[in-house]
């Protein structure tokens, strides 16, 4: 199993999923993944081949009946699944051996959509880390 996440409810959902400003068609899923033994924060990145994919695959993710938050999906700037600003994941980020490390105060990294003592009552212990592991 690669990945496995609880689904939000639709009244939370912005603070775990937004559309990924730079690509049509896609969605940044900020998600606690519960495939191995140890629960780990991560983003996921999900593309779609077109609209109709994601509008399908969201309304199946909210049950295939809420279909007020899908069209909040759609509505772009105007929603509240477009982020306001660009940040950076809600964890640590491993970077590659090759790669510089950069101190810059324009950086800022989401909020993680549970609180600690929140995430921690559902799932134990939550480890932050990249994709990149």
Sequence with gaps: MKFQAYIPKSSKAHTNMSLNPRVENSIVWDAYDTSREETFLRSFYFFFDDGADMFATLLHFFGGKDVA?????????????????????????????????????????RPPPLHEEEAAEAYGEVVDESQFF
């Design 69 to 109: 938050i899908v069209k909040e999906f759609l509505k772009g700037d105007a929603g509240r699944f477009m982020p306001t600003k660009q940040t950076l994941p809600p964890h640590s980020i491993v970077k590659n051996e090759d790669d510089m490390d950069v101190n810059s105060d324009d950086e800022e990294h």
